[in-house]
């Protein structure tokens, strides 16, 4: 079968898209004929080798970590599909190898394709969406009537983002460049700074969480806008503990993971505030919410651009560029 995998670390011309043998399907797993996967940043971050610390793949590696598709067969023990049934999922871990014509993953990790989704637009999905559904609830602890701050709302996990937390009852407010103002009043934000001209510490006060993604570089001044006891979630930098202990990292990232993340939390308890990280863990269960949710209407897909498999490496690019509005699509024929 075709699919996208580097021999090597390098930049976006590592890509090589070839053959590689069709996947297995052990028992309770499922293979998916894909339609379409979707370029995230740890894509291109994995090509860099900037995941070295925390695994080291053999190579080939295969590339791409969520996806739409259709079931093409499914393995012993499996009930819940049966062959074409149109599904999207996120792989498990470092499982990955979306960018493939099929793929393999345990059942548990896949639900139904939202009805109303095109096949790109529900491989838009799953990683981002499941993302900030955990972040926010389940590391943020979102309820109704709080007032949130996202980072880069234009982005891949920020249209996500104000989507998933105003259909919860929060007040979003986000950052963004001036000409996405459009965009962000559509998907219902209250307030959009635009974060060349403005700085949120001047505009915003008494907030319940940060969703942070960008990085170290906006802690300090989301700290400000921070009401007693909010809490800062970001996904990126270092993992917590927890996370950590369960990749094959060795001994010493372990330490500076440690170390890492007591410094973070003591700089947040200067401030009042509480520090918390995540990464975003592949849930078929969760998945179906998400599911439900858009086909109730409340979220939507914003998609940048779609290449052919073919043209994986300008993919890539255009996700290095940090300028995406939305999702970056591979299209798998
Ligand atoms: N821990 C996890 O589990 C996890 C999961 C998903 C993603 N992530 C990480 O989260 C980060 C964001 O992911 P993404 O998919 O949303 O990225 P993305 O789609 O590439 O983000 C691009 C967007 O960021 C905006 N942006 C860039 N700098 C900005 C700034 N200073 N202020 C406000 N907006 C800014 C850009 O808008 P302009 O063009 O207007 O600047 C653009 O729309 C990545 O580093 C990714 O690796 C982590």
Same mark, same amino acid.
């Given at each position: 079968?075709?699919?996208?995998? !580097? ?7 590592k890509? !090589?898209?070839?053959?590689? %043998? ?6 309770g797993?499922?293979?998916?004929a894909?339609?379409a996967?979707?370029v995230?940043?740890?894509?291109w971050k994995?090509v860099?080798?900037? #995941?070295k610390?925390?695994?080291k793949?053999p190579?080939p590696?295969? +590339?791409?970590s969520?996806?739409?598709?259709i079931v093409e ?5 499996v009930?819940?599909f049966?062959p ?13 190898g979306t ?5 393999t993953?345990? /059942?548990?990790l896949v639900a139904?394709k939202?009805?109303n989704m095109?096949? *790109?637009?529900?491989?838009?999905? %799953?990683?981002v969406?499941l993302?900030?559904?955990?972040a926010l609830?389940?590391?943020? =602890? ?6 949130v #701050?996202?980072?880069?709302? /234009?982005g ?16 979003v407010a ?6 996405r ?16 001209s403005?700085?949120?510490?001047? *505009?915003?006060?008494d907030?319940d969480?940060v969703?942070?993604?960008?990085? *170290?570089s906006?802690? @300090?001044a989301s700290?400000? !806008?921070l009401?007693? =006891?909010?809490? #800062?979630?970001?996904?990126?930098g270092i %993992? ?8 094959k990292?060795?001994?010493i990232?372990?330490?500076v993971?440690? +170390? ?18 995540h +990464? ?11 599911t439900?949710l858009?086909?109730a209407g409340?979220i939507k897909?914003?998609l @940048?651009?779609?290449?052919p +498999?073919?043209?994986i490496?300008? /993919?890539?690019e255009?996700?290095m560029? =940090? ?6 699509i591979?299209?798998i @024929?």
């Open positions: 079968m075709k699919a996208a995998f !580097i021999t090597g670390y390098g930049g976006a011309d890509v !090589i898209v070839g053959e590689q %043998p069709k996947p297995d399907i052990p028992s797993h499922i293979r998916i894909m339609k996967a979707s995230n940043p740890i894509d994995t860099k080798g900037d #995941l610390a925390l695994f793949p190579f590696l295969m +590339l791409g969520d996806g739409a598709g067969s499914v393995g012993a023990d009930s819940e049966q074409g049934d149109a599904v999207y999922f996120r792989c498990h871990k470092l499982d990955t960018f493939a014509e099929y793929f993953l345990p /059942a548990e139904s939202p009805k095109t096949f *790109e637009q529900a491989a838009a999905m %799953p990683l969406g993302t900030v559904m955990q609830t389940e590391k943020g =602890g979102m309820r109704a009537g709080d007032k #701050l996202i980072h880069a709302g /234009a891949g996990v920020g249209t996500f983002a104000i989507q998933y937390a105003k259909t919860c009852g929060a007040y986000t950052t963004a460049s001036k000409k103002n459009d965009l962000l009043t559509e998907l219902g934000a209250d307030e959009i700074i635009d974060y060349h403005q700085n949120i510490e001047d *505009e915003l006060a907030y969480i969703l942070d993604t960008l990085g *170290e906006v802690h @300090d700290y400000k !806008i009401k007693p =006891g909010g809490v #800062l979630v970001t996904i990126l %993992p917590d503990n927890e996370t950590i202990a369960d990749y990292a060795n001994f990232v372990k330490w993971a440690r +170390l890492y993340n007591r410094k973070m939390q003591k700089r947040a308890a200067k401030r009042k505030a509480v520090y918390k990280h +990464l975003m863990y592949a849930s078929g269960a969760q998945l179906a919410e998400i439900g858009i086909e409340k897909a914003i @940048d651009s779609t290449y +498999l073919g043209q490496k300008a /993919a890539f255009r996700s560029t =940090g300028r995406a509005q939305g999702k970056i591979i299209k @024929d």
